[in-house]
């Protein structure tokens, strides 16, 4: 069964940064494009970064290009988040997701329970 | 980017009747090359993260009941509940991901 597990989460200042983890179980790990998506409070689901399964080819959403960094670790079947310059918009429960085995135009069939952000002063 | 649109914000029907949400795409998410729509369902339950309930605009997933039912192409989608359970209340959402991943607002489902 396939088990994703998100950690890192807390409240952090404006400017501030933190990493997200997300570790991954239950599945080949270093053969799925991996997903970060967010949730702001009582709003939708906005895709926020993905990475293929080599770790080699990160993308972002524009509105976190230049602060948000995703990497990955295939021998700690882990997915991370760097999370950098933090504004109050960036404020969401953040959920990792698996995507296709061998492109990244797919749905996330598999989600873990999401980790909660909070940025205020 | 494409941004999808759902209809309705909210929708209440009664136990056992339908339930009909819509979703339309600001271009087409039709692949000529496969001719696949690249759009997906998800059900996320208060406190939950989403569950994937449809792909392909149609394609079922494993262990979702066959009450739950997608259709539509190029633009306009429709996610299909034929007989509303309890369990169903849910928030809604749709996805595309012809280019890049954008969800759609989500649709509350209520027990009327």
């Known amino acids: 069964e396939v088990h994703l597990v998100e950690s890192g989460g807390g409240l952090v200042p404006p400017g501030g940064s933190l990493r997200l983890s997300c570790a991954a179980s239950g599945f080949t790990f270093s053969s799925y494009w991996m997903h970060w998506v967010r949730q702001a409070p009582g709003q939708g689901l906005v895709w926020v970064s993905r990475?293929?399964?080599?770790?080699?080819?990160?993308s972002n959403a524009d509105s976190v290009k230049g602060r948000f960094t995703v990497s990955r670790d295939n021998a700690k079947n882990t997915l991370y988040l760097q999370m950098d310059s933090l504004r109050a918009e960036d404020t969401a429960v953040y959920y990792c997701?698996?995507?296709?085995?061998?492109?990244?135009?797919?749905?996330?069939?598999?989600w873990g329970q999401g980790t909660l952000v909070i940025v205020s002063s | 980017d494409i941004v999808m649109t759902q209809s309705p914000d909210s929708l209440a029907v009664s136990l056992g009747e339908r339930a009909t949400i819509n979703c339309k795409s600001s271009?087409?998410?039709?692949?000529?090359?496969?001719?696949?729509?690249?759009l997906a369902w998800y059900q996320q339950k208060p406190g939950q993260p989403p569950k994937l309930l449809i792909k392909?605009?149609?394609t079922r997933e494993s262990g979702v009941p066959d009450r739950f039912s997608g259709s539509g192409s190029g633009t306009d989608f429709t996610l299909t509940i034929s007989s509303l359970q309890a369990e169903d209340v849910a928030v809604y959402s749709c996805?595309?991901?012809?280019?890049?991943?954008?969800f759609g607002q989500g649709t509350k489902l209520e027990i009327k």
């Open positions: 392909w605009a149609s």
């Open positions: 997701a698996r995507g296709g085995s061998n492109r990244w135009y797919t749905e996330f069939d598999s």
């Open positions: 996805q595309q991901y012809y280019s890049t991943h954008t």
């Open positions: 990475i293929n399964s080599e770790g080699n080819s990160p």
């Open positions: 271009q087409s998410v039709l692949y000529s090359s496969d001719n696949k729509n690249y």
